[in-house]
T-cell receptor, first 112, second 112 residues
Framework: KAGVTQTPRYLIKTRGQQVTLSCSPISGHRSVSWYQQTPGQGLQFLFEYFSETQRNKGNFPGRFSGRQFSNSRSEMNVSTLELGDSALYLC???????????FGPGTRLTVL | SQQGEEDPQALSIQEGENATMNCSYKTSINNLQWYRQNSGRGLVHLILIRSNEREKHSGRLRVTLDTSKKSSSLLITASRAADTASYFCATAFGGSQGNLIFGKGTKLSVKP
């Protein structure tokens, strides 16, 4: 099976802009989770989607949003970017049968 | 707040030596997982241990779980330079395996 793919891999934006990141999970996986990783805060859970519904949300402002499509692909959007949003954004494809998450390579977002 | 806390924060050893990393967590769990991350890349799932298991092996990895002490350890035997990476423990919260709380990780450096 193909692994988790994330696009783009690198992104540079300026403050105030918005950005959309994409994730394609492993075929057959219906649950996708998103995480933000920064040197200061470490890995933090953003949200989880299952069958196009947001099932859980982490403690992030409303500027962070996401969605999932019928083919399980997911996108996350960050509006009105701030410098502190610079991070590695990781998507995970969830195998609910084995309780295991498989991570993509991440999107490195730099906000200038 | 972080659910899992790894100890030590950094570990430097020679090739061939064993590496032990510890993780403590705060609340009751169904399982605990260990992940590896090579510099700035996605996370790789290493092993999952369920709350009713005390020890689990996978190749050169040995994981133990002590639910009474809310702690787990990861032992890498006969380490190799390729094991150089950051290692994270993670537990699920909110009743869904799609939301993981990660510790800050142990940075392992294996010198050839």
């Amino acid at each position: 099976k193909a692994g988790v793919t994330q696009t783009p891999r690198y992104l540079i934006k300026t403050r105030g802009q918005q950005v959309t990141l994409s994730c394609s999970p492993i075929s057959g996986h219906r649950s996708v989770s998103w995480y933000q990783q920064t040197p200061g805060q470490g890995l933090q859970f953003l949200f989880e989607y299952f069958s196009e519904t947001q099932r859980n949300k982490g403690n992030f402002p409303g500027r962070f949003s996401g969605r999932q499509f019928s083919n399980s692909r997911s996108e996350m959007n960050v509006s009105t970017l701030e410098l502190g949003d610079s991070a590695l954004y990781l998507c995970a494809s969830n195998d609910l049968g084995s309780d295991t998450q498989y991570f993509g390579p991440g999107t490195r977002l730099t906000v200038l | 707040s972080q659910q899992g806390e790894e100890d030590p924060q950094a570990l430097s050893i020679q090739e061939g030596e064993n590496a032990t990393m510890n993780c403590s967590y705060k609340t009751s769990i169904n399982n605990l997982q260990w992940y590896r991350q090579n510099s700035g890349r996605g996370l790789v799932h290493l092993i999952l241990i369920r709350s009713n298991e005390r020890e689990k092996h996978s190749g050169r990895l040995r994981v133990t779980l002590d639910t009474s002490k809310k702690s787990s350890s990861l032992l890498i035997t006969a380490s190799r330079a390729a094991d150089t990476a950051s290692y994270f423990c993670a537990t699920a919260f909110g009743g869904s395996q799609g939301n993981l709380i990660f510790g800050k990780g142990t940075k392992l450096s294996v010198k050839p």
